[in-house]
Every structure is written in C-alpha cells, then in structure tokens.
C-alpha cells in the first residue's frame, strides 16, 4: 500500500510540474507584456525596458519559468500587479472563506446526495427515484449563475429570509459569516447532489443484487436491518471516492457562485484578477487550485485503493 | 463464424425496441423535443425575431411582457425576446462546434491510443492525465483571459478542453472490442489495419460516443453559458445569454425579467440536453455500459 501511495504521489507531482508548465505559458502568451501593463500605455519604451530588466523579464523563458516555480514552491508568490500586495497572504485569506464556503456545502450535498441516491435504488425505476433522478439531473445541469441567482429572486429578494449579497469582509470569523455562507453553500450543493445521489444508487443497487443480499433476504431478516447491516455497509463505502473526486465539479462551481453572490473566495478573486490582467496572481491562483485538485485526486485514488485492493495489483 | 460480418452497431429491430422503451420516459422525449426545437430556434430564430437585437429605444426601456414585447425590455430598451432568439444561434454553433472538434480528436486519439497499445497509448493517456489535471473552467479562463474571448477562441477553447474525456472513453471500447473473436477473425483473414480500426471497432465505438458527445454538449452549453457570465464569452454588441444574465444583475429588483427569460432559456435548454443526453443511454446502451 505504501509503495502504491508513493507511486501516486510520485504521478501527481510529475502531473503538477507539467500543469505548471502549461499555466506559467499560458499566462505569459499575453499579447504585451507584464512591465506594458504595469505602466500603462502611456509609459515611454524606457521606462517599460528598465521595469523589464528589474522584473527579470528580459531573460529567457526558460529562465524565468523555473525561477517563478522555485520561488512558488518556497513560498515567496510575488507582488500583485494590480494592488501591489503580496500575492501569498492574499490567496491565503481568500482559500480560507473559499474553504468555508466549500465545508458548509459538502456538509449539505453529501448526506442529502446520498439519502436520495439509496432511496432512489431502493424503489429502483419506480416513481420516486425517476423523480429523484430528473429533479437531481436538472439542477445538476443549470450553471450555478442561474441557479444561484433563481435562488436570490425567491428566498433573498422575496421573502427578504437572508442576505442576497455575500460581499464580506474578506477576513470575517466563521460565526459571523455563516449566514452569508447559506445561500452560495445551497447553490453549489444543487449541482455536486446529482452527482453524489447518482453514484450512491448505482452502488447500492449493485449491492442490492449481489448473492449476500439476497441470502439475507432470505434468512428472513427484516428489510430495514438487510438495509443497515448489509446493503448500506457495502455501498457507502465507493461514496466516499465520489466525494473525493467530485471535488473538481465543487472548484469549478465555487468559481462561478461566489462571483454570483460576490463572496470573497478564491474563486472571485481569480475572475477578478483575469479582469485585470494581473498575471502573478492569476498564476499563483491556478497553482493552487490545480494543487488542491490534484492531491483531492490523489486521496480518492488511495480510497479506492484501501477499499478495493484488487486495484493496487495493476497500478 | 458469424463475427466474420462487421459487428453493426444498433440493428433495426433493437432501434424499435429502444424507442418503445422510449415511451416510458417522457423526460428523455420531452429532452428531445426541447432540443430540436431550440436547434430549430438557432436555424431561423435571428430571420423571424420581431426586431433587431441591437435595436434601442431608450423610452421603452425596462417594460415588463407585453404583445409587443413577448419578454419585456432591457435597460436599453432592447426586446429580449429577439435577443434571446438572435444569441441562441451563438449557444448552438460554439457549443456545438467545440463538442464535434473535442468529438473527432478525441475519437482519433482514443482510437490511436487503444489499438497501438505500449507507449503510444502510456504517452498519449499521460498527456491526457496533465490536461484533466487543470479544472475545465480554471483553464477555459486563463486561456481565454489571455487571448481573448472570440467565437474562434472559445469553439477551439471548448474542443481542446474536452479531448481527454472523449478519447477516454474511446480508449476503453477499442480496448474491450480488440480482443474480441471478430477482430482476431480479422486479423487472421489478413485485413489491414485500416480496415480492422474502421470496420470493425468503429462501428462498435459509435454508440457509446454518440452518448458521451451528446454529454459534451451538455457540458459546452454549461460551460460557454458560465464563460459568457464571467465575462469571457462572445462580446457585445453580441447578445451573449450568460452576458445577458450577468447585466440584469443591476436591474434585479426592478426589472427582474431582464435576467429571469435569459437564465430560465439556459436552464430549459441545458436541462433537455441532459435529458436527451440521458435517453440516448438508455436507448444506445441498454445494458448500462460504462464510460
């Protein structure tokens, strides 16, 4: 197991390296050049060469890609273009209400995704689960700007029942930022719900079929304790992958919502900082996301791993 | 030995049978209807649209439904009933290009990458894992932040995005058929290797690709609609549906249509999609195969 562990790990960083790579050259193909934006376009040739010299932008790319990944990995992130602050400190605040924000709605879409997915295999075909299963389908469809902003329109603007707009201060204590959180969180959980209650009913209904089932079934079990003691046991277990691996569905989601609710989270501030064409941030931004991607990658390969042996064999 | 005939991918018989399993789904038939229409909509909305999409008139600037207006005014006096007929053109063709070019370098990679095997297939699948590593949307925005949202960029944006997940797929059934009786038959009758990938796995990589291609448009629709939202889809003057939603955030309380008829079109067409996307599993690949 440890060495499947180190060999994933080993994957991850040779993937992370490469998705570096991609972004440190997408972000530098920008037509003009970082000193040009800085200045402004007013700014005389010599003004933009000398800020080209001291920014280190007058080596070659190579250089400086490798300087901007050893200085990422030993912390130091650069100064934003735009608000001339310390880009570290910034993203760090921001991934911590991006992290609330995220805890609040796994805390609502997992154990609603799964109620529904195993009720949905349990009356497998029948009226509840086709209602489950097109309800769940069609919020998992809407992008969350419609969603989020249906959601403002009846419970925000309606009934006046909570707060429309998420725009806190970015360093707000949890207790106070909790009721700014509801209405982003429930956004979010309605696309990430399909997903969890989809997968929760094909594990179940797989469990459901298998011989030890039926065999319970048969001893004459009562169908609650089949349900608990046999069918739940084993089929829960695969969700917990799920959850792992639904976290990409989750950034993509947090991007688009806390821009809707102008919630300071990471995600805003990476659509702000494209808006401004702040380059250091956005590449620090989109490290980060895609390191938090990766390694929630990583631990649902080694779930899977630890509850399906059969897999490490392979590898 | 009957495998020596090309595996068909979908008999007659079994096409009668998938439709009057069809029937006992309305949520796949109503998916349909909502796209076939809409894909009509996108053919001949911006010919029959009662005004121009561009038109201002500023007195009749945020007038609720009306005859004359079927959805209301923008802020600009602008019907938005035309405007959203004029943008569904837009939604149909970028989505709808960027999920055929995703479709057919993903199938040409997948197809490569299975039959080849050994290092072709580790390097390409491994290119593959580095692109999967970056979050679609993550990517779609940088990459369009840096060279700009046009409709070229954003068709290229969406087709390259989604490679991986297509040729994944494609790479699993050409994996699963190339061992089967019928390709060995093949091989030893001497077929070349054309004839071999298209005669023979083709066919039987068909169903479950028109499945995941109707999935990638679902997705595309999803993701240029968010695109448009945060500002890098089709630009102004371009009635762009998420750009729509997004500038009727400031008329919200007043004038809540301007945002409402755009979003719930992004919702009944993404929501039809998903259903059809769905009915064409059920339909094509009725023992539930995976992806």
Redesign the interface.
Known sequence: MIAYILRRLGMILLTLLAASIIIFSVTQLLPGDVAQVILGQFATPEAVANLRAELGLDRPIVVQYFDWLIRFIQGDWGTSMVSRMEVRPMVMARLRNSLMLASVAILMYVPLGILLGVISAIKEDGMADQLISGISMAFAGLPEFVTGLLLIGLLAVSFDFLPANSSIEPDTPFREAFQYLILPAITVSLTSLGYISRMTRSSTIDVLRSDYTRAADMKGLPRWQVLTKHVLRNSLLPTVTVVALGIGWLIGGLIVTESVFGYPGIGRLLVYSIQRRDVISIQAISMVIVTIYSFSNLIADILYGILNPRIRLGG | MQSAQPAKPVPASRMARAFKRLRR?P?TLFGFAVVGIFFLMAIFGPMVAPYKFSDQKLINKLKPASAEHLFGTDQFGRDIFSRILTGSRDVFSIAGSGTVLAVLLGLTLGLLSGYLGGMADEFLMRLM??LL???????A???L???GPSRLNIVLVVGFLYIPMVSRVVRSVVLDIKTREFVEAAKMRGESNFYILFREILPNVLPPLAVEASMRF?YSI?LV??LG????GVQPPSPDW?MM??EG?TW??LA?WV??YP?GT??LL??G???MS?GLRRMLLPGGVSN
């Open positions: 789904y949520a894992d580095v590593s970056i979050p679609p949307l993550l990517l925005m940088i990459i932040g840096t060279v679902s999803f609609a968010s939202f945060l500002g890098l998420g939603v997004s955030r919200f309380n809540p945002l409402l979003a992004i919702a993404v929501v999609v998903a259903f769905d």
